[in-house]
């Protein structure tokens, strides 16, 4: 029997994918790295359209992305990297940072072919802080929007330590929301290859979750955000049905513990997720449910295009199924306005 939602329906409302991806060349740094860094570059197999993550020729060609979102009816998507994820994990500061400017000026030259509906992240290499702040003050310069660094830091560099302060300052100052994004940085999946079998599924679900909500805790219970109260922080590809379940018992245990062991921050921990934390969602029911009553200010919907796992050409259909449920004024918020007041974007007409 079909359950009766009393919502207010999809169809016509305008949606931004808060998270979706492009497919660089895969010569790109090998070809565009400074000589010195040319033997130790990445090489990628080359892209075979209609296989896999390359099944879209719009990751590497805007324009024909331009008519792929039409397909899928998207007004505007923010960009992450696809084969330059991997290589957050890389621990050789100096090639890090020299690949991530090559994917900067190569994702600022893709989204200038329509730069009200391709919004581009940078990449920042966060192992050297006075670098990374120049590199994200070069490329909001020149359009991008935020930035993405490792979800989990090299164990040298936990986010609770001093080492990235003077990079959240500028973050903070720039209003460019950091985000943290799945499978980047020093994680499990830095070596994959060693995870087979029935192990491939405890990366997949647990250890996956274990990343970001280690993440988000140092960043609120050490009072990285108490400290830099304009800083935003994104977890992008997390999904969100786990989300609420986490707060509440963060919320206890603080309460609970803070007369005897007080962290360095003054509010719940939920009340900080409120004021600085952004997420993404593309096709978690649960999350659907759960946004009835809360996170409708801070969800975004995505459609992870072109992944093999993205909702497209489908992505109404799965809105509809997971949010059809909900007011228009929901809704609205979790389908373009809160991704579009994140980046600063122009709202739709």
Same mark, same amino acid.
């Given at each position: 029997?079909?359950?009766?939602?009393?919502?207010?329906?999809?169809?016509?409302?305008?949606?931004?994918?808060?998270?979706?991806?492009?497919?660089?060349?895969?010569?790109?740094?090998?070809?565009?790295?400074?000589?010195?860094?040319?033997?130790?570059?990445?090489?990628?197999?080359?892209?075979?359209?209609?296989?896999?993550?390359?099944?879209?020729?719009?990751?590497?060609?805007?324009?024909?992305?331009?008519?792929?979102?039409?397909?899928?009816?998207?007004?505007?998507?923010?960009?992450?990297?696809?084969?330059?994820?991997?290589?957050?994990?890389?621990?050789?500061?100096?090639?890090?940072?020299?690949?991530?400017?090559?994917?900067?000026?190569?994702?600022?030259?893709?989204?200038?072919?329509?730069?009200?509906?391709?919004?581009?992240?940078?990449?920042?290499?966060?192992?050297?802080?006075?670098?990374?702040?120049?590199?994200?003050?070069?490329?909001?310069?020149?359009?991008?929007?935020?930035?993405?660094?490792?979800?989990?830091?090299?164990?040298?560099?936990?986010?609770?330590?001093?080492?990235?302060?003077?990079?959240?300052?500028?973050?903070?100052?720039?209003?460019?929301?950091?985000?943290?994004?799945?499978? #980047?940085?020093?994680?499990?999946? =830095?070596?994959? @290859? *060693?995870?087979? $079998?029935?192990?491939?599924?405890?990366?997949?679900?647990? &250890?996956?979750?274990?990343?970001?909500?280690?993440?988000?805790?140092?960043?609120?219970?050490?009072?990285?955000?108490?400290?830099?109260?304009?800083?935003?922080?994104?977890?992008?590809?997390?999904?969100?049905?786990?989300?609420?379940?986490?707060?509440?018992?963060?919320?206890?245990?603080?309460?609970?513990?803070?007369?005897?062991?007080?962290?360095?921050?003054?509010?719940?921990?939920?009340?900080?997720?409120?004021?600085?934390?952004?997420?993404?969602?593309?096709?978690?029911?649960?999350?659907?449910?759960?946004?009835?009553?809360?996170?409708?200010?801070?969800?975004?919907?995505?459609?992870?295009?072109?992944?093999?796992?993205? #909702?497209?050409?489908?992505?109404? =259909?799965?809105? @509809? *199924?997971?949010? $059809?449920?909900?007011?228009?004024?929901?809704?609205?918020? &979790?389908?373009?306005?809160?991704?579009?007041?994140?980046?600063?974007?122009?709202?739709?007409?």
């Amino acid at each position: 029997m079909a359950r009766k939602t009393g919502g207010a329906g999809t169809n016509h409302q305008i949606i931004i994918s808060a998270d979706s991806h492009v497919m660089e060349p895969p010569d790109l740094w090998k070809k565009q790295v400074p000589e010195k860094y040319r033997e130790q570059a990445p090489l990628f197999p080359p892209h075979k359209v209609g296989e896999g993550f390359q099944a879209h020729a719009g990751g590497w060609d805007p324009n024909e992305r331009l008519k792929e979102m039409e397909v899928d009816g998207l007004r505007a998507e923010v960009l992450y990297p696809t084969l330059g994820l991997d290589l957050f994990g890389l621990d050789d500061a100096a090639l890090q940072e020299a690949c991530f400017r090559v994917y900067n000026d190569w994702i600022i030259e893709y989204c200038r072919a329509a730069p009200k509906r391709l919004i581009g992240i940078p990449a920042i290499s966060v192992y050297n802080v006075d670098h990374a702040v120049k590199e994200l003050e070069r490329c909001c310069k020149a359009g991008l929007k935020g930035a993405i660094i490792w979800q989990v830091p090299h164990t040298d560099l936990p986010f609770y330590s001093d080492h990235y302060n003077r990079f959240w300052a500028a973050a903070q100052d720039l209003d460019a929301a950091v985000s943290l994004h799945i499978l #980047t940085g020093h994680g499990y999946n =830095k070596h994959k @290859e *060693r995870r087979t $079998g029935v192990e491939h599924y405890r990366g997949s679900v647990n &250890l996956k979750l274990l990343d970001i909500a280690n993440a988000l805790f140092e960043l609120m219970f050490y009072g990285v955000l108490e400290r830099y109260p304009r800083l935003k922080i994104v977890t992008v590809e997390n999904e969100i049905g786990w989300m609420p379940f986490m707060l509440q018992q963060w919320d206890y245990y603080y309460r609970r513990f803070r007369g005897v062991n007080p962290p360095p921050i003054n509010k719940d921990p939920s009340e900080y997720f409120k004021q600085q934390i952004y997420l993404t969602f593309f096709n978690d029911s649960v999350g659907g449910r759960n946004l009835e009553w809360w996170g409708e200010d801070n969800c975004m919907w995505s459609n992870d295009f072109p992944h093999p796992n993205s #909702t497209w050409p489908n992505s109404r =259909k799965v809105i @509809e *199924r997971d949010l $059809g449920h909900l007011p228009k004024e929901k809704q609205t918020k &979790l389908l373009y306005a809160n991704v579009a007041r994140l980046y600063n974007m122009e709202s739709p007409a």
